[in-house]
């Protein structure tokens, strides 16, 4: 006569391997990631940050989308991704980009109240979240020094 396993023998093996599945896939890249931004020592309030992850071509495609946060009075931020809409950001490499700017609400006009220097709203800054997350992934901005002004001599 066959012997037919019970779930006492499967089903705990079974349950571990079903929370193994959920807990490692690709929420599990997932971490916790907040910071401050200042802008010349001083809270940047008011500002968007967005993490969006760089795809190694490489590799398979990010297992998740790009991430974003918003600066209080003391310029600290909590990261959420943006789908699904939960806490987080993907573990690896950011392009990170920060914005002070609001919609002028007029058609053809560009946005207004911009503060953060343009190398950090082009793209070109990188920040790579750990494994375990972070709440130090904090961000100094500097106001590029204005050119100098010559005087035309008169002759």
């Given at each position: 006569m066959p012997r037919y396993l019970s779930f006492r023998h499967v089903g705990p093996a079974v349950v571990a391997a079903l929370i193994g599945v959920i807990s490692g896939g690709?929420?599990?890249?997932?971490v916790p990631v907040s910071g401050q931004v200042t802008l010349d020592g001083e809270p940047l309030a008011g500002a968007v940050i967005s993490?969006?992850?760089?795809r190694?071509?490489?590799a398979d495609p990010p297992t998740a989308t790009g991430s974003v946060g918003h600066t209080d009075a003391q310029g600290q931020?909590?990261?959420r991704l943006v789908d699904p809409?939960?806490?987080g950001a993907l573990v690896g490499e950011h392009t990170v980009t920060i914005s002070t700017a609001t919609a002028s609400g007029v058609e053809g006009e560009p946005p207004q109240g911009e503060r953060a220097p343009e190398e950090w709203r082009d793209g070109s800054q990188r920040y790579t979240v750990p494994a375990g997350g972070t709440a130090n992934a904090n961000f100094d901005l500097v106001t590029p020094a204005a050119p100098a002004?010559?005087?035309?001599?008169k002759k």
């Open positions: 690709c929420n599990g890249d997932i993490f969006q992850p760089i190694n071509s490489s931020y909590v990261l809409d939960r806490s002004k010559t005087s035309a001599k």
